[in-house]
């Protein structure tokens, strides 16, 4: 009902002209309606849907538009997909790799026949498997790329060590999945270049021999070293590696990427040119002037004592008592140079200097202050 109806129905029932019952009264839908038409009218209303209603408690817009709005320096270039081209490549394994395993059996006497009948039998199953396989070669060939080119750039400075870190694990990590994948078809080739892989690890200093009996897992490689590298392989090191990958990320998001080295960083808008700053400056001054944080401290040590300071805004009163009476003198009116006389001969005894030998004319001093007195 719309509000003009709704008018005309208050004024026939307060007018009691009975024309009330010939207009009918809204009905709930009609008030919801109307209220909703006044909240959208106000802006007050706002549709509430499920990714709406998900999205106001887990704020995904929010976190979605701050990691993809970010700025990124001038002069970034296709070196830098690397990285999410090795986290693509990571997926794809992850993906590819949860198909592997509704067929694969890590038993000893069935992996390998579990891989010829899902390579040879199931659909897409050597394409899968395919994927899964020139993909581990592809990811150590991008993470290398990904790493030196964080290298050339110079990115593991300051403040991203602990992100070169992170990827140094995520390397070693990726190179474990490398191992402990290619045991999985436990045919001649990888049953023997996995006994010369541990036996380089067992040659390790101090840690090696130690790492080398946790990979076997027993004096001999057996059906326990093919579980345990399918434990590793399935769980252990991807979840491992995806933990890691989402550090990698909040560091990369929080710290922002570094600019190509040859791309200068430039000076905050408003600043001084460089040249301006620097001309005159002699080489040990440099080193004198404090950065950031030392600033603060710089300029509480170089306020002066406060006996100091004491003797200084005194030194500062008395100039400026100064200057006060000298700008008096200059702004006030000349005395006349007969007032002037006047004066001094008022001063002096009246015998030594009467009236008459005072050059003022009488009608000029007519205040009377020039007077002699006796
Ligand atoms: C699973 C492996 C890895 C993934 C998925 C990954 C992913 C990424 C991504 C997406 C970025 C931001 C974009 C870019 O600069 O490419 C990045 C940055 C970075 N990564 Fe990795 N990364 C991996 C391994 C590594 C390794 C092995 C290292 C070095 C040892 C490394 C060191 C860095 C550093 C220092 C940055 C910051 C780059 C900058 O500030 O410009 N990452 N990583």
Do not use: C
């Given at each position: 009902m719309s509000l003009l109806k709704r008018k005309k129905t208050?004024?026939?029932?307060?007018?009691g002209s009975g024309d009330a019952e010939q207009v009918?009264?809204?009905?709930?839908?009609?008030?919801?309606?109307?209220?909703?038409?006044?909240?959208?009218?106000?802006?007050?209303?706002?549709?509430?849907?499920?990714?709406?209603?998900?999205d106001s408690r887990?704020?995904?817009?929010?976190?979605?538009?701050?990691?993809?709005?970010?700025?990124?320096?001038?002069?970034?270039?296709?070196?830098?997909?690397?990285?999410?081209?090795?986290?693509?490549?990571?997926?794809?394994?992850?993906?590819?790799?949860?198909?592997?395993?509704?067929y694969y059996t890590p038993s000893a006497t069935q992996a390998y026949a579990s891989i010829t009948h899902m390579t040879n039998e199931v659909f897409m199953g050597e394409f899968v498997r395919g994927m899964h396989k020139w993909g581990a070669s592809l990811m150590?060939?991008?993470?290398?790329?990904?790493?030196?080119?964080?290298?050339?750039?110079?990115?593991?400075?300051?403040?991203?060590?602990?992100?070169?870190?992170?990827?140094?694990?995520?390397?070693?990590?990726?190179?474990?999945?490398?191992?402990?994948?290619?045991?999985?078809?436990?045919?001649?080739?990888?049953?023997?270049?996995?006994?010369?892989a541990n036996n380089i690890t067992a040659s390790g200093p101090i840690v090696g021999p130690y790492l080398a009996d946790f990979l076997r897992a027993?004096?001999?490689?057996?059906?326990?070293?093919?579980s345990r590298f399918y434990a590793l392989h399935m769980?252990?090191?991807?979840?491992?590696?995806?933990?890691?990958?989402?550090?990698?990320?909040?560091?990369?998001?929080?710290?922002?990427?570094?600019?190509?080295?040859?791309?200068?960083?430039?000076?905050?808008?408003?600043?001084?040119?460089?040249?301006?700053?620097?001309a005159g400056v002699a080489r040990e001054d440099f080193e004198d002037v404090p950065v950031n944080g030392a600033v603060a401290a710089a300029e509480i040590e170089a306020e002066p004592?406060?006996?100091?300071?004491?003797?200084?805004?005194?030194?500062?009163?008395?100039?400026?008592?100064?200057?006060a009476e000298e700008t008096e003198a200059a702004v006030a009116p000349e005395e006349p140079a007969e007032e002037a006389a006047a004066e001094e001969a008022a001063e002096a005894p009246a015998e030594e200097a009467p009236a008459e030998e005072t050059d003022a004319p009488d009608d000029s001093d007519t205040s009377g202050e020039g007077e002699v007195t006796p």
């Open positions: 208050e004024e026939a029932e307060a007018n009918a009264k809204p009905t709930k839908g009609e008030r919801m309606g109307q209220a909703k038409d006044l909240a959208v009218h106000h802006g007050t209303h706002k549709s509430i849907d499920v990714a709406g209603w998900v887990v704020n995904a817009t929010g976190i979605f538009t701050a990691m993809m709005s970010r700025h990124v320096p001038k002069g970034t270039n296709w070196f830098y997909t690397l990285g999410s081209a090795t986290m693509f490549i990571f997926a794809m394994q992850a993906i590819t790799g949860v198909f592997l395993s509704m150590i060939i991008l993470i290398f790329l990904h790493m030196a080119r964080t290298f050339f750039f110079g990115a593991y400075k300051y403040p991203r060590e602990l992100n070169w870190v992170i990827g140094v694990v995520l390397l070693i990590l990726t190179t474990v999945m490398g191992l402990t994948g290619y045991l999985l078809p436990f045919d001649q080739r990888s049953f023997w270049a996995t006994i010369v027993g004096p001999d490689f057996s059906a326990t070293t093919l769980m252990v090191v991807p979840g491992l590696i995806a933990a890691l990958i989402g550090a990698h990320l909040f560091f990369v998001v929080k710290l922002g990427t570094t600019a190509p080295p040859w791309v200068r960083a430039g000076r905050p808008k408003g600043s001084m040119p460089e040249e301006e700053v620097t004592p406060v006996e100091e300071a004491d003797a200084q805004a005194a030194e500062a009163e008395e100039v400026e008592a100064k200057e």
